[in-house]
């Protein structure tokens, strides 16, 4: 009788083990999922506000970039000339220690802007 007690508290003991294991682990896994999904949120973002600068530049070819706020975020679109009429576009968003910035390249070609593919810098 006094084994079998030993033997089922033992028993109770890993159960409750595991499930706080399980439990950790399940918190874990959501918090790592959030971040991405921030990181993912900021890109998205900072991809956006390149396009607007794109479009900004392309009505007047005298912007060259802002800062804007938007709730938490924090956005800069920056427009570098890199030669005659070429340009370099960049747009870096951030919220909290996170930030992502992405560019692409306006090449004045023939009369007409070509622009590069967006790229994460």
């Known amino acids: 009788s006094g084994q079998a007690v030993i033997v089922l508290v033992l028993v109770v003991a890993i ?6 294991h399980v439990t950790i682990l399940s918190f874990s896994s959501i ?17 956006g506000y390149l ?7 392309l009505r ?21 000339n890199i030669g005659g009429n070429d340009r370099d576009l960049t747009s870096t968003c951030s919220r909290g220690g996170r930030a992502r ?15 590069s593919a967006m790229e994460q810098r």
């Open 31 to 47: 918090q790592t999922s959030d971040e991405y999904t921030s990181g993912e949120f900021i890109q998205m973002k900072a991809e």
């Open 15 to 20: 159960v409750v083990l595991m499930f706080t």
């Open 60 to 80: 007047d070819s005298t912007y060259t970039g802002e800062t804007l706020n938007e709730g938490a975020y924090s956005c800069t679109m920056e427009v570098q």
């Open 101 to 115: 910035t992405v560019g692409m390249q306006a090449i004045y070609n023939a009369g007409v802007f070509e622009f």
């Open 51 to 57: 396009e607007s600068a794109a479009i900004r530049y």
